[in-house]
């Protein structure tokens, strides 16, 4: 049996050995399954009659001459079955295979053409032009960018690619019934928008949590306005207790996508339609673990010198006017070849409303003392990490660089927050790879550029090109620049300063847009995005459109938001 009511094909030869030997011998081993001391072993016992761990397989097994330790494993195991079933269904709910769909046409209901791997581009586009802010900039000043970037530049700037993917998006010229043309292959937004990113300029399968935060970056280096972050970036308030003192310190930090946690171990098991028994848990359990408190158990009090821990609780400072939401399905699992990213297997129940008043922070209580700022961090370098986090990372088995990447990264805020960071980037070629303090490019704060350029005679940025391509060589970038004159370098580009701004409302919440993934983790696999048009459904899946007819809201993984104003 692989499940409830789900079960596997066989001749029961094994459950009639057992029963015709006077029912002694209730174990069986799946011969295909051994490996390394282990395998699936079921019994067939009256107060089992399920998997089981046997302390002294290696014995039982080499009593037959088999070696456990050293067989090779051959077939599946029941586990791997099972969650192969479980993808199964996974794929038919989100693709909602079963019903008819009718395909759409029309504005904002274009298809966006799979051009390897780029499912995670296309379920975020679709879901990005549900926001007025994104369609004012970039349908809406169209002709004015294009005016602007002029040819060839437009095919190498992003605000260029995102305008022409917006406008044709929301033309409806490219998405007529009867028409063989219909959809946009984003050929050259992919490129543009991956190329200074050294996994998004492959064309392999990403995160589309990550994906969007790196489209956010890019439109907030834009100069054209509105700009559309401001619509969904928000602040949440972090509360940190001093356990032996009772004094607490808050902290406001910066996000553009809420995190949301699931609660595993509060699931409750539910049988589909099909007979199978699924996890599912409730959107209010996941509120409640997101905004519960988290406890740092070694702490050492400043103030008494105790070590009695700490408490961490986050709240939501400012509600945007649209909110992307993400649901943690992936967690970080320790095995013999290192840390994984693995998958939750579970549905969270939810409909089309989110309230997250009871959650909004009020700040310094009455009565609160507050602590008083760490000297390290007050009067030390920006670029010092909080060693206790880090520390608590080390456990997990992530490297030392990797985990100062990662505190320094979060702004030394929570121990959660950097391990969320660490599994956002496993796949980062750089991960381990120490970076040298480097604060600051500007002529005044790098005497090395200043020194040369005063000496030599070449602009500072000539020279900041040069020290790059030789390592920071000084020797070998000077000769190359007095034996290539006429070589074109571009002039760096300063980044424009963007006042971020936070706007605010009340926290009640209707969902327009979803986007689901389906397979083992966020490098392989689909997305599709499910997104509300007019009073409907819709389901994007690349090139196909179609009305939805059973919307999946409780398995989707990011999730966006609008707020009721």
Same mark, same amino acid.
């Given at each position: 049996?692989?499940?409830?009511?789900?079960?596997?094909?066989?001749?029961?030869?094994?459950?009639?050995?057992?029963?015709? $030997?006077? %029912?002694?011998?209730?174990?069986?081993?799946?011969?295909?399954?051994?490996?390394?001391?282990?395998?699936?072993?079921?019994?067939?016992?009256?107060?089992?009659?399920?998997?089981?761990?046997?302390?002294?397989?290696?014995?039982?097994?080499?009593?037959?001459?088999?070696? *456990?330790?050293?067989?090779?494993?051959?077939?599946?195991?029941?586990?791997?079955?099972?969650?192969?079933?479980?993808?199964?269904?996974?794929?038919?709910?989100?693709?909602?295979?079963?019903?008819?769909?009718?395909?759409?046409?029309?504005?904002?209901?274009?298809?966006?053409?799979?051009?390897?791997?780029?499912?995670?581009?296309?379920?975020?586009?679709?879901?990005? #032009? =549900?926001?007025?802010?994104?369609?004012?900039?970039?349908?809406?000043?169209?002709?004015?960018?294009? /005016?602007?970037?002029?040819?060839?530049?437009?095919?190498?700037?992003?605000?260029?690619?995102?305008?022409?993917?917006?406008?044709?998006?929301?033309?409806?010229?490219?998405?007529?019934?009867?028409?063989?043309?219909?959809?946009?292959?984003?050929?050259?937004?992919?490129?543009?928008?991956?190329?200074?990113?050294?996994?998004?300029? $492959?064309?392999?399968?990403?995160?589309?949590?990550?994906?969007?935060?790196?489209?956010? /970056?890019?439109?907030?280096?834009?100069?054209?306005?509105?700009?559309?972050?401001? !619509?969904?970036?928000?602040?949440?308030?972090?509360?940190?207790?001093?356990?032996?003192?009772?004094?607490?310190?808050?902290?406001?930090?910066?996000?553009?996508?809420?995190?949301?946690?699931?609660?595993?171990?509060?699931?409750?098991?539910? %049988?589909?339609?099909?007979?199978?028994?699924?996890?599912?848990?409730?959107?209010?359990?996941?509120?409640?673990?997101?905004?519960?408190?988290?406890?740092?158990?070694?702490?050492?009090?400043?103030? $008494?010198?105790?070590?009695?821990?700490?408490?961490?609780?986050?709240?939501?400072?400012?509600?945007?006017?649209?909110?992307?939401?993400?649901?943690?399905?992936? #967690?970080?699992?320790?095995?013999?070849?290192?840390?994984?990213?693995?998958?939750?297997?579970?549905?969270?129940?939810?409909?089309?409303?989110?309230?997250?008043?009871?959650?909004?922070?009020?700040?310094? !209580?009455?009565?609160?003392?507050?602590?008083?700022?760490?000297?390290?961090?007050?009067?030390?370098? %920006?670029?010092?990490?909080?060693?206790?986090?880090?520390?608590?990372?080390?456990?997990?088995?992530?490297?030392?660089? *990797?985990?100062?990447?990662?505190?320094? !990264?979060?702004?030394?805020?929570?121990?959660?927050? !950097?391990?969320?960071?660490?599994?956002?980037?496993?796949?980062?070629?750089?991960?381990?790879?120490?970076?040298?303090?480097?604060?600051?490019?500007?002529?005044?704060?790098?005497?090395?550029?200043?020194?040369?350029?005063?000496?030599?005679?070449?602009?500072?940025?000539?020279? =900041?090109?040069?020290?790059?391509?030789?390592?920071?060589? *000084?020797?070998?970038?000077?000769?190359?620049?007095?034996?290539?004159?006429?070589?074109?370098?571009?002039?760096?580009?300063? %980044?424009?300063?963007?006042?971020? =701004?936070?706007?605010?409302?009340?926290?009640?919440?209707?969902?327009?847009?979803?986007?689901?993934?389906?397979?083992?983790?966020?490098?392989?696999?689909?997305?599709?995005?499910?997104?509300?048009?007019?009073?409907?459904?819709?389901?994007?899946?690349?090139?196909?459109?179609?009305?939805?007819? =059973?919307?999946?809201?409780?398995?989707?993984?990011?999730?966006?938001?609008?707020?009721?104003?």
């Amino acid at each position: 049996m692989l499940s409830e009511n789900t079960f596997a094909v066989g001749n029961s030869h094994m459950r009639t050995h057992y029963e015709v $030997t006077d %029912k002694k011998y209730p174990l069986v081993v799946k011969l295909g399954t051994i490996e390394n001391g282990d395998a699936d072993v079921y019994s067939y016992d009256a107060s089992e009659d399920d998997a089981v761990e046997d302390p002294n397989l290696i014995k039982h097994l080499a009593h037959w001459g088999i070696d *456990a330790n050293t067989a090779k494993k051959t077939a599946k195991s029941t586990q791997e079955i099972e969650l192969d079933l479980n993808r199964d269904w996974e794929w038919e709910k989100m693709q909602e295979n079963g019903v008819v769909l009718e395909p759409v046409f029309g504005r904002g209901l274009t298809p966006m053409v799979n051009i390897g791997s780029s499912c995670y581009i296309n379920s975020l586009m679709q879901t990005l #032009i =549900r926001i007025p802010e994104v369609v004012e900039r970039y349908n809406d000043r169209y002709v004015e960018i294009f /005016e602007n970037s002029g040819f060839p530049k437009a095919q190498d700037e992003f605000d260029a690619q995102m305008a022409k993917v917006v406008y044709a998006l929301l033309s409806g010229d490219y998405s007529k019934e009867g028409n063989d043309l219909n959809g946009i292959k984003p050929y050259q937004f992919r490129r543009v928008a991956g190329k200074e990113h050294p996994e998004f300029k $492959t064309s392999k399968q990403q995160d589309v949590e990550e994906y969007l935060r790196h489209i956010c /970056e890019l439109m907030e280096q834009s100069s054209y306005t509105p700009n559309p972050v401001d !619509a969904i970036r928000f602040q949440t308030e972090n509360r940190f207790e001093d356990i032996a003192s009772g004094q607490v310190r808050y902290n406001d930090r910066e996000d553009t996508i809420l995190q949301m946690v699931i609660p595993m171990e509060m699931a409750s098991e539910v %049988k589909d339609e099909a007979g199978t028994v699924r996890k599912q848990v409730s959107l209010d359990m996941c509120l409640e673990s997101t905004f519960s408190d988290s406890t740092v158990d070694d702490f050492k009090s400043p103030i $008494t010198g105790e070590v009695k821990g700490a408490r961490n609780r986050m709240r939501m400072k400012t509600f945007p006017k649209y909110l992307f939401v993400q649901m943690k399905k992936f #967690i970080l699992e320790n095995s013999a070849t290192g840390v994984n990213v693995k998958k939750m297997d579970i549905e969270v129940l939810l409909d089309e409303t989110l309230n997250l008043e009871t959650y909004r922070g009020t700040g310094v !209580a009455d009565g609160e003392v507050l602590l008083p700022e760490e000297p390290e961090i007050q009067n030390g370098s %920006k670029n010092e990490v909080n060693e206790e986090i880090v520390n608590m990372l080390l456990v997990m088995g992530f490297s030392d660089v *990797a985990c100062r990447k990662a505190v320094k !990264a979060t702004n030394n805020s929570t121990a959660e927050a !950097a391990s969320d960071w660490l599994m956002q980037h496993l796949d980062d070629p750089d991960l381990n790879t120490e970076v040298k303090n480097a604060e600051s490019s500007s002529d005044n704060d790098d005497p090395q550029v200043q020194d040369m350029a005063n000496m030599f005679g070449f602009p500072a940025f000539k020279i =900041r090109f040069a020290l790059k391509k030789f390592n920071n060589s *000084a020797d070998q970038a000077i000769n190359w620049l007095f034996n290539n004159p006429d070589e074109e370098i571009p002039e760096e580009k300063k %980044k424009p300063v963007v006042e971020k =701004r936070f706007d605010d409302g009340h926290g009640k919440y209707s969902l327009i847009g979803m986007i689901s993934h389906m397979g083992a983790n966020t490098h392989c696999g689909h997305y599709v995005a499910h997104v509300k048009h007019g009073d409907r459904w819709i389901l994007f899946n690349d090139e196909k459109v179609n009305e939805s007819q =059973r919307t999946p809201f409780g398995l989707g993984y990011v999730y966006l938001y609008k707020r009721d104003d």
